[in-house]
């Protein structure tokens, strides 16, 4: 399955992984790395063929609000059998160790057989996801969010179309690199508190054309000090509005509420909820 999955020129993962480790590390913004034809292009192609309209299922996320326009599906068992094969090939042991090498995470990478907030992802003419961090705890493990993997499946995309995923610095000064969505790239890079990323322009793609990739996360049990803000009590998502973008995102002010997620009681209950709620939600 492997070898159908997995272009020729990447069959020796441990060796492209080591290779490429260091392009990884030295990358800026922060860590990362842009891996063009990784996958068997038929494969692929059959996976972007599967690729269902998401604005017609009724379980998928829709958002539209000003920071996202965007949709998302993660019910894996639902998924057609080539983009089912794909992300069981992308949660395995064998991809697993190819990150862990590429990356050089000291911790142990897990995947995430939920897919929260991944899994496929769709945007369509005037869609945005506004720069942001990601939520950098898993919802109901207790693990932290290390590594993000973006897949992008569209054919002659067109320069004009827009959709470009811009990697930010940490103080949202400038846009250091632009990354076209383009059929058969992946992107890896490494989720911290100040790994600012998205596509804040309106994609301006014709009504039939969608901007479709797939996205999986992957934890530890830990992480270093330097990549937590401590000032982000909160596990979600923060949006960062661009330099002299006024009012690009919208963005609360939660004082009072962070100051209660300080105390220690709120915590407690917080990891019960965790616990025996929100594991329980899922698994039904």
Not at 26 to 47: E, Q
Not at 241 to 247: E, G, L, P, V
């Amino acid at each position: 399955l492997e070898k159908e999955i997995i272009s020729v020129e990447y069959k020796d993962l441990t060796q492209i992984s080591l290779n490429k480790k260091n392009i990884y590390l030295n990358a800026n913004p922060y860590p990362h790395i842009i891996l063009d034809n990784f996958f068997n292009n038929s494969f692929l192609t059959k996976v972007l063929n599967d690729f269902p309209d998401l604005k017609n299922i009724n379980t998928s996320e829709k958002y539209d609000n000003k920071n996202e326009v965007k949709m998302s599906y993660n019910k894996c068992e639902n998924f057609p059998d080539n983009i089912k094969y794909l992300f069981n090939f992308l949660n395995s042991k064998t991809f697993l160790l190819f990150l862990q090498n590429l990356t050089s995470i000291k911790e142990t990478l897990l995947s995430d057989p939920y897919l929260m907030g991944g899994g496929l992802h769709e945007i369509k003419k005037g869609g945005v996801l506004k720069v942001h961090t990601d939520f950098n705890r898993h919802p109901f493990f207790d693990l932290d969010r290390r590594i993000n993997v973006l897949i992008y499946l569209n054919k002659d995309w067109k320069n004009k179309y827009g959709g470009d995923l811009e990697l930010w610095d940490k103080d949202m000064k400038q846009c250091i690199r632009k990354i076209e969505p383009k059929f058969n790239r992946m992107v890896i890079f490494s989720t911290t508190d100040f790994s600012n990323h998205g596509h804040p322009d309106p994609l301006n793609c014709p009504e039939n054309i969608s901007r479709k990739s797939l996205a999986l996360y992957y934890f530890s049990s830990g992480r270093p000090k330097e990549e937590i803000n401590i000032k982000n009590i909160k596990n979600k998502t923060f949006f960062r509005n661009r330099a002299n973008i006024k009012d690009d995102t919208d963005t609360k002010n939660e004082y009072l509420k962070n100051y209660l997620r300080s105390l220690r009681v709120y915590k407690m209950l917080k990891n019960l909820e965790k616990k025996y709620i929100r594991s329980k939600k899922i698994k039904d």
